[in-house]
Protein backbone atom coordinates (compact mmCIF):
# COMPACT_ATOMS: atom_id res chain seq x y z
CA UNK A 1 0.00 0.00 0.00
CA UNK A 2 1.48 2.88 -1.19
CA UNK A 3 2.18 5.66 1.36
CA UNK A 4 1.93 9.75 0.63
CA UNK A 5 4.42 10.53 -1.88
CA UNK A 6 6.51 13.82 -2.04
CA UNK A 7 9.03 15.45 -5.05
CA UNK A 8 11.88 16.21 -5.26
CA UNK A 9 13.09 15.87 -1.72
CA UNK A 10 15.34 18.51 -1.93
CA UNK A 11 15.75 21.46 -3.96
CA UNK A 12 17.99 24.90 -3.85
CA UNK A 13 16.59 28.25 -5.99
CA UNK A 14 16.97 31.69 -5.53
CA UNK A 15 15.13 34.50 -4.34
CA UNK A 16 12.56 35.85 -6.97
CA UNK A 17 12.16 32.08 -8.36
CA UNK A 18 9.16 30.02 -9.02
CA UNK A 19 9.13 26.91 -7.42
CA UNK A 20 6.55 23.65 -7.72
CA UNK A 21 6.26 20.62 -5.24
CA UNK A 22 4.39 17.60 -5.65
CA UNK A 23 2.57 15.15 -3.89
CA UNK A 24 0.45 11.71 -4.65
CA UNK A 25 -1.59 11.34 -1.91
CA UNK A 26 -2.33 7.63 0.29
CA UNK A 27 -4.09 4.93 -2.16
CA UNK A 28 -7.60 5.44 -1.51
CA UNK A 29 -7.25 9.11 0.10
CA UNK A 30 -8.73 11.85 -1.77
CA UNK A 31 -7.88 15.13 0.00
CA UNK A 32 -4.76 16.57 0.10
CA UNK A 33 -3.31 19.20 2.79
CA UNK A 34 0.14 20.77 2.75
CA UNK A 35 2.16 22.10 5.59
CA UNK A 36 4.79 24.61 5.78
CA UNK A 37 7.59 23.36 9.09
CA UNK A 38 9.99 26.09 9.45
CA UNK A 39 13.72 24.80 11.35
CA UNK A 40 12.16 24.13 15.02
CA UNK A 41 8.97 24.53 14.10
CA UNK A 42 6.11 22.78 13.95
CA UNK A 43 4.16 22.34 10.60
CA UNK A 44 1.32 25.16 9.87
CA UNK A 45 -1.29 24.78 7.50
CA UNK A 46 -0.93 26.40 4.22
CA UNK A 47 -4.04 24.95 2.36
CA UNK A 48 -6.16 21.94 1.70
CA UNK A 49 -7.44 20.83 -1.53
CA UNK A 50 -10.41 18.36 -2.13
CA UNK A 51 -12.25 17.87 -5.30
CA UNK A 52 -9.76 20.27 -6.96
CA UNK A 53 -10.43 22.67 -5.12
CA UNK A 54 -9.09 24.79 -2.31
CA UNK A 55 -11.39 23.99 0.73
CA UNK A 56 -9.50 25.89 2.84
CA UNK A 57 -6.66 28.23 3.66
CA UNK A 58 -3.80 29.25 6.34
CA UNK A 59 -2.58 32.33 6.83
CA UNK A 60 -0.26 32.06 3.76
CA UNK A 61 0.17 35.22 0.76
CA UNK A 62 -1.45 34.82 -2.41
CA UNK A 63 2.34 33.21 -3.55
CA UNK A 64 1.36 30.15 -2.09
CA UNK A 65 -1.25 28.39 -4.64
CA UNK A 66 -1.90 25.43 -5.13
CA UNK A 67 -3.38 22.81 -7.55
CA UNK A 68 -5.23 19.20 -7.48
CA UNK A 69 -5.82 16.76 -10.06
CA UNK A 70 -8.23 13.88 -11.01
CA UNK A 71 -6.51 11.96 -9.42
CA UNK A 72 -6.31 13.52 -6.16
CA UNK A 73 -2.27 14.23 -6.76
CA UNK A 74 -2.02 17.60 -5.76
CA UNK A 75 1.37 20.48 -6.71
CA UNK A 76 2.17 23.34 -4.54
CA UNK A 77 3.85 26.40 -6.43
CA UNK A 78 5.26 29.41 -4.65
CA UNK A 79 6.05 32.21 -6.53
CA UNK A 80 8.28 35.46 -6.00
CA UNK A 81 10.74 33.06 -3.64
CA UNK A 82 11.96 34.85 -0.28
CA UNK A 83 15.00 33.73 1.91
CA UNK A 84 11.91 33.20 4.62
CA UNK A 85 10.18 30.56 2.51
CA UNK A 86 13.13 27.89 3.34
CA UNK A 87 11.13 25.55 4.81
CA UNK A 88 10.42 21.70 4.96
CA UNK A 89 6.93 21.63 2.94
CA UNK A 90 5.10 18.25 3.95
CA UNK A 91 1.93 16.95 2.34
CA UNK A 92 -0.41 14.98 4.09
CA UNK A 93 -3.46 13.19 2.79
CA UNK A 94 -6.81 11.66 4.38
CA UNK A 95 -10.39 10.27 3.26
CA UNK A 96 -12.69 13.27 3.52
CA UNK A 97 -16.00 11.84 5.26
CA UNK A 98 -14.18 9.15 7.17
CA UNK A 99 -13.74 12.10 10.43
CA UNK A 100 -11.01 9.89 11.72
CA UNK A 101 -8.39 13.23 11.78
CA UNK A 102 -6.06 10.91 10.93
CA UNK A 103 -3.50 12.86 8.34
CA UNK A 104 -0.90 10.79 6.90
CA UNK A 105 2.29 12.55 5.26
CA UNK A 106 5.29 12.28 3.40
CA UNK A 107 8.42 12.73 4.22
CA UNK A 108 8.54 16.45 2.52
CA UNK A 109 10.41 18.59 0.09
CA UNK A 110 12.95 20.63 1.50
CA UNK A 111 13.39 23.97 0.33
CA UNK A 112 15.98 26.14 0.36
CA UNK A 113 16.10 29.88 -0.91
CA UNK A 114 19.16 31.51 -1.48
CA UNK B 1 -9.26 30.03 16.38
CA UNK B 2 -7.45 27.14 18.17
CA UNK B 3 -3.83 27.21 19.59
CA UNK B 4 -1.33 24.37 20.82
CA UNK B 5 1.52 24.93 23.82
CA UNK B 6 4.21 22.45 23.61
CA UNK B 7 6.51 23.84 27.04
CA UNK B 8 9.01 21.42 26.63
CA UNK B 9 11.59 22.17 23.67
CA UNK B 10 13.92 20.09 24.23
CA UNK B 11 14.25 16.97 26.73
CA UNK B 12 17.22 14.12 26.94
CA UNK B 13 16.41 11.41 29.27
CA UNK B 14 18.26 7.82 30.34
CA UNK B 15 16.51 4.56 28.99
CA UNK B 16 14.16 3.24 31.27
CA UNK B 17 13.42 6.94 33.01
CA UNK B 18 9.50 7.82 32.68
CA UNK B 19 8.54 10.81 30.08
CA UNK B 20 5.99 13.29 30.69
CA UNK B 21 5.73 16.20 27.68
CA UNK B 22 3.22 18.63 27.95
CA UNK B 23 0.20 20.01 25.78
CA UNK B 24 -1.98 22.75 26.50
CA UNK B 25 -4.82 24.21 24.26
CA UNK B 26 -6.78 27.26 24.00
CA UNK B 27 -10.27 26.72 22.52
CA UNK B 28 -13.58 26.70 24.33
CA UNK B 29 -15.32 24.19 22.24
CA UNK B 30 -15.00 20.68 21.52
CA UNK B 31 -11.73 19.69 20.47
CA UNK B 32 -10.43 16.53 18.91
CA UNK B 33 -6.59 15.83 20.28
CA UNK B 34 -3.28 14.13 18.77
CA UNK B 35 0.21 13.26 19.48
CA UNK B 36 2.41 12.52 16.44
CA UNK B 37 6.07 11.59 16.21
CA UNK B 38 8.80 12.00 13.79
CA UNK B 39 11.48 9.34 14.01
CA UNK B 40 14.59 10.90 12.67
CA UNK B 41 14.78 10.22 8.39
CA UNK B 42 11.04 9.43 8.84
CA UNK B 43 7.80 11.06 7.72
CA UNK B 44 4.93 12.35 10.95
CA UNK B 45 3.18 8.94 12.10
CA UNK B 46 0.38 9.16 14.51
CA UNK B 47 0.76 8.23 17.71
CA UNK B 48 -2.79 8.35 19.51
CA UNK B 49 -5.28 10.90 19.50
CA UNK B 50 -8.68 11.80 21.63
CA UNK B 51 -12.32 12.06 20.40
CA UNK B 52 -14.42 11.13 23.21
CA UNK B 53 -14.89 8.40 25.82
CA UNK B 54 -12.53 8.21 28.63
CA UNK B 55 -9.80 10.42 28.83
CA UNK B 56 -6.89 7.92 28.76
CA UNK B 57 -5.98 6.74 25.50
CA UNK B 58 -3.25 4.06 24.43
CA UNK B 59 -1.28 4.70 21.34
CA UNK B 60 1.40 2.27 19.89
CA UNK B 61 4.61 1.78 21.89
CA UNK B 62 3.34 1.59 25.20
CA UNK B 63 2.46 5.48 25.01
CA UNK B 64 -0.17 7.13 26.22
CA UNK B 65 -1.88 10.29 26.55
CA UNK B 66 -4.44 11.82 29.31
CA UNK B 67 -7.13 14.34 27.95
CA UNK B 68 -7.65 16.72 31.26
CA UNK B 69 -10.52 19.15 29.83
CA UNK B 70 -10.24 21.52 32.89
CA UNK B 71 -6.65 22.48 32.31
CA UNK B 72 -7.38 22.44 28.51
CA UNK B 73 -4.34 19.95 28.55
CA UNK B 74 -3.20 16.26 27.05
CA UNK B 75 0.04 15.46 27.68
CA UNK B 76 1.73 12.63 26.98
CA UNK B 77 3.66 9.99 28.99
CA UNK B 78 4.94 6.90 28.54
CA UNK B 79 6.31 4.91 32.10
CA UNK B 80 9.61 4.08 30.62
CA UNK B 81 11.74 5.23 27.52
CA UNK B 82 13.88 3.22 25.25
CA UNK B 83 16.72 4.69 23.16
CA UNK B 84 13.80 3.94 19.70
CA UNK B 85 12.34 6.82 21.30
CA UNK B 86 14.28 9.19 19.98
CA UNK B 87 11.94 11.52 17.95
CA UNK B 88 10.16 14.80 17.81
CA UNK B 89 6.89 14.98 19.22
CA UNK B 90 3.82 17.09 17.95
CA UNK B 91 1.03 17.60 19.89
CA UNK B 92 -1.97 19.25 17.69
CA UNK B 93 -5.58 19.74 18.24
CA UNK B 94 -8.73 20.62 15.80
CA UNK B 95 -11.92 21.72 16.21
CA UNK B 96 -14.46 18.69 16.59
CA UNK B 97 -16.28 17.25 13.16
CA UNK B 98 -16.79 18.15 9.48
CA UNK B 99 -13.08 18.82 7.60
CA UNK B 100 -11.54 21.36 10.35
CA UNK B 101 -7.57 21.41 10.20
CA UNK B 102 -5.80 20.12 12.57
CA UNK B 103 -3.05 22.40 14.32
CA UNK B 104 0.32 21.12 15.43
CA UNK B 105 2.38 22.95 18.30
CA UNK B 106 6.01 23.68 17.73
CA UNK B 107 7.26 20.28 18.77
CA UNK B 108 9.49 18.23 21.66
CA UNK B 109 12.83 16.75 20.51
CA UNK B 110 13.84 13.90 23.16
CA UNK B 111 16.78 12.67 23.13
CA UNK B 112 16.85 9.06 24.89
CA UNK B 113 20.74 8.04 25.45
CA UNK B 114 21.23 4.38 26.31
Known amino acids: DAGVTQSPTHLIKTRGQQVTLRCSPK?????VSWYQQALGQGPQFIFQ???????QRGNFPDRFSGHQFPNYSSELNVNALLLGDSALYLC?????????????FGEGSRLTVL | AQSVSQHNHHVILSEAASLELGCNYS??????LFWYVQYPGQHLQLLLK??????LVKGIKGFEAEFIKSKFSFNLRKPSVQWSDTAEYFC????????????FGRGTSLIVHP
Open chain 2, 92 to 103: AVRVSGGSYIPT
Open chain 1, 27 to 31: SGHDT
Open chain 2, 50 to 55: YFSGDP
Open chain 1, 49 to 55: YYEEEER
Open chain 1, 92 to 104: ASSLDGANTGELF
Open chain 2, 27 to 32: YGGTVN
